[in-house]
């Protein structure tokens, strides 16, 4: 049975300042949670879920405190649960702590203005999937431990370590290091080499790339367009700039 302060918690999560005072997210659903448990990066703090899934994990469950393991009814979920439909079960997870930020020796997405929560939980699961393991985003981003972002990563957001960073500042203080700006005007992405070190920038869908941090940037580059669309999805062509130029 969940408490009415509990209730009033875990949706006070749903704001950013409470979720950074308390260092913690929610993720909510089986195939997320299980996958979140699972990973060493993040630490299960409180779960709340109906019964029958409480009984089918308990092997997973094993390591958590017997009052951090909350059985609750459908009707109860629906009260906490960030979603539209609720799912079996909501977590909260303590932040994974962040590494020193290294630009060197290795591939980086900078995501300059991307504010929708969804297209930023997406384009962690694409830095995942081709093996990037930090995002630096500027502070007009969406916050990756928002519950939809969260959701959207579908458990990414414990394997790539996110940061926020002035972009033009960084691009200042970084010699040496190429940056790869998308836009509607660069070069075509099939003329670039394979890369194994740079800073590929992804900027806000409606109005790309920022001009000041467009101007520190080494080269433009573009999927080329066929067809008459305005622009394409941030996720979208950040998986076909990754596909490209990734080795």
């Not at 300042?17 to 659903?29: N, T, Y």
């Not at 995501?111 to 990037?132: C, E, S, V």
């Not at 190429?178 to 070190?197: C, D, Q, R, V």
């Not at 580059?221 to 990734?246: F, Q």
Request: aromatic share 6%.
């Amino acid at each position: 049975m969940i408490t009415k302060s509990q209730v009033k918690y875990i949706q006070s999560l749903g704001q950013k300042k409470l979720r950074e005072e308390e260092a913690v997210f929610v993720a909510e659903g089986p195939k997320i949670v299980n996958e979140l448990i699972a990973e060493k990066q993040v630490v299960l703090q409180q779960v709340f879920a109906v019964s029958s899934w409480i009984n089918n994990h308990r092997p997973l469950l094993k390591t958590v405190a017997v009052d951090n393991i909350v059985s609750v009814e459908d009707f109860e979920l629906e009260k906490i649960s960030f979603l539209q439909t609720p799912h079996e079960c909501l977590a909260i997870f303590k932040k994974p702590a962040l590494p020193a930020l290294q630009l060197k020796g290795t591939v980086t997405l900078l995501l300059d203005g991307i504010q929708d929560p969804g297209n930023m939980g997406t384009l962690l699961r694409i830095a995942d999937w081709f093996g990037i393991g930090q995002v630096v985003c500027s502070a007009d981003s969406a916050d990756a431990f928002a519950p939809k972002c969260v959701q959207a990563s579908m458990g990414s957001i414990a394997r790539v370590a996110v940061f926020y960073r002035d972009p033009e500042q960084l691009a200042a203080a970084t010699s040496g290091i190429p940056f790869y700006a998308a836009t509607l005007h660069g070069k075509p992405i099939g003329s670039f080499p394979k890369i194994e070190e740079g800073v590929i920038v992804i900027g806000n869908e409606s109005k790309g790339v920022r001009e000041a941090l467009l101007a520190r940037c080494d080269q433009q580059l573009t999927i080329p367009r066929r067809g008459s669309a305005e622009s394409l999805n941030a996720a979208v062509a950040t998986g076909i700039i990754l596909s490209h130029l990734l080795p």
